[in-house]
């Protein structure tokens, strides 16, 4: 008899702790410990505050992404609608999710016991080149990333094909605008036209409207983030990247910081893009993270707080 009732609570905990079973309160690794800059100036040219990019190179100079912790303060009142589509091509958003994006720092937070030893995978300025040679490989390493995708990528039939099949394949397609322009030098109605007009492409393509949005460069604005949100749309920078620079533009050298540079920590949420190089070195970046104890976040694990509570 209590053999039983322990038996059972045993199963209830294995299955509240999700797949892995590991209770970890080390969250927090990188929550408030660097200057917030809410709205601050930072400006598409100067960025490096508290940005963990390589303390190697000129972070100045990607030609790309571009770092800033824009920081959105809090996620709450967010009225996500998850309607819409009825097709059962995957479940479109986590039940119940287990991880939050830290907005200040884009790192993800585990939501009570879930596994804190997570890195998450983001790969944008999708479909380009190697978006889908990627995702295969991502596929047969069974594990996830979010494909950040610009509407410039998806003009042709081909392209939308590429697109339509990564999701399918069971990737998540994050928002990361129409033409890829800093949004802090766009009208509020130009911003509106770069981030819903995606979202309205996207669905029109996989059935799904994105759940995440990642800026151009990481510049946020007020007005994007505010409606960001109302689109249910998680925000998210990242907490380091190097295939933008040149010393990284290379398989070897990429898949050696990916996994070695001081900034790998529980929640690190890792940019990566469309490029050769990447593609290259992706396998190898995967199972070095792994061999480093982390987890692949599966990125359909990620909702905001207020997913998780019951209100109202
Ligand atoms: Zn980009």
Same mark, same amino acid.
């Given at each position: 008899?209590?053999?039983?009732? !322990?038996?059972?609570?045993?199963?209830?905990?294995?299955?509240?702790?999700?797949?892995?079973?590991?209770?970890?309160?080390?969250?927090?690794?990188?929550?408030?410990?660097?200057?917030?800059?809410?709205?601050?100036?930072?400006?598409?040219?100067?960025?490096?505050?508290?940005?963990?990019?390589?303390?190697?190179?000129?972070?100045?100079?990607?030609?790309? /992404?571009?770092?800033?912790? $824009?920081?959105?303060? $809090?996620?709450?009142?967010?009225?996500?609608?998850?309607?819409? &589509?009825?097709?059962?091509?995957?479940? #479109?958003?986590?039940?119940?999710?287990?991880?939050?994006?830290?907005?200040?720092?884009? +790192?993800?937070?585990?939501?009570?016991?879930?596994?804190?030893?997570?890195?998450?995978?983001?790969?944008?300025? +999708?479909?380009?080149?190697?978006?889908?040679?990627?995702?295969?490989?991502?596929?047969?390493?069974?594990?996830?990333?979010?494909?950040?995708?610009?509407?410039?990528?998806?003009?042709?039939?081909?392209?939308?094909?590429?697109?339509?099949?990564?999701?399918?394949?069971?990737?998540?397609?994050?928002?990361?605008?129409?033409?890829?322009?800093?949004?802090?030098?766009?009208?509020?109605?130009?911003?509106?036209?770069?981030?819903?007009? !995606?979202?309205?492409?996207?669905? /029109?393509?996989?059935?799904?409207?994105?759940?995440?949005?990642?800026?151009?460069?990481?510049? &946020?604005?007020?007005?994007?983030?505010?409606?960001?949100?109302?689109?249910?749309?998680? +925000?998210?920078?990242?907490?380091?990247?190097?295939?933008? /620079?040149?010393?990284?533009?290379?398989?070897? +050298? !990429?898949?050696?910081?990916?996994?070695?540079?001081?900034?790998? &920590?529980?929640?690190?949420? !890792?940019?990566?893009?469309?490029?050769?190089?990447?593609? $290259?070195?992706?396998?190898?970046?995967?199972?070095?993270?792994?061999?480093?104890?982390?987890?692949?976040?599966? #990125?359909?694990?990620?909702?905001?707080?207020?997913?998780?509570? /019951?209100?109202?």
């Amino acid at each position: 008899m209590k053999k039983w009732i !322990l038996s059972a609570s045993l199963l209830l905990l294995l299955v509240a702790c999700g797949q892995n079973g590991q209770v970890e309160n080390e969250q927090n690794s990188s929550s408030e410990n660097q200057a917030e800059e809410n709205d601050s100036v930072v400006e598409e040219d100067e960025k490096e505050k508290d940005v963990p990019v390589s303390n190697t190179e000129d972070p100045k100079k990607e030609p790309e /992404e571009e770092e800033v912790a $824009d920081s959105e303060e $809090d996620q709450n009142e967010k009225e996500k609608e998850d309607s819409g &589509n009825e097709d059962q091509v995957q479940e #479109p958003s986590p039940e119940e999710p287990q991880y939050v994006v830290n907005p200040t720092t884009s +790192a993800l937070e585990p939501i009570g016991d879930a596994n804190s030893e997570v890195v998450l995978l983001t790969i944008d300025d +999708a479909p380009d080149w190697y978006a889908l040679e990627m995702a295969t490989t991502l596929k047969e390493l069974g594990v996830k990333a979010i494909f950040f995708v610009n509407g410039h990528f998806l003009e042709t039939e081909e392209e939308q094909g590429v697109l339509k099949t990564i999701y399918e394949m069971g990737f998540p397609i994050g928002n990361h605008t129409m033409t890829h322009k800093s949004l802090r030098q766009l009208t509020e109605e130009e911003q509106y036209e770069e981030i819903v007009l !995606l979202s309205d492409r996207v669905e /029109e393509i996989t059935g799904e409207r994105p759940r995440f949005f990642r800026a151009p460069f990481g510049t &946020n604005t007020d007005y994007a983030l505010e409606l960001v949100k109302q689109e249910g749309m998680i +925000a998210m920078n990242w907490t380091y990247g190097y295939d933008w /620079e040149t010393d990284y533009m290379d398989a070897e +050298a !990429l898949a050696d910081i990916m996994v070695n540079t001081e900034f790998l &920590n529980s929640g690190a949420n !890792l940019l990566m893009h469309d490029r050769e190089w990447t593609k $290259d070195a992706l396998s190898d970046i995967v199972k070095g993270l792994q061999g480093k104890g982390y987890e692949i976040l599966d #990125p359909d694990l990620i909702g905001t707080e207020d997913d998780s509570v /019951e209100t109202e």
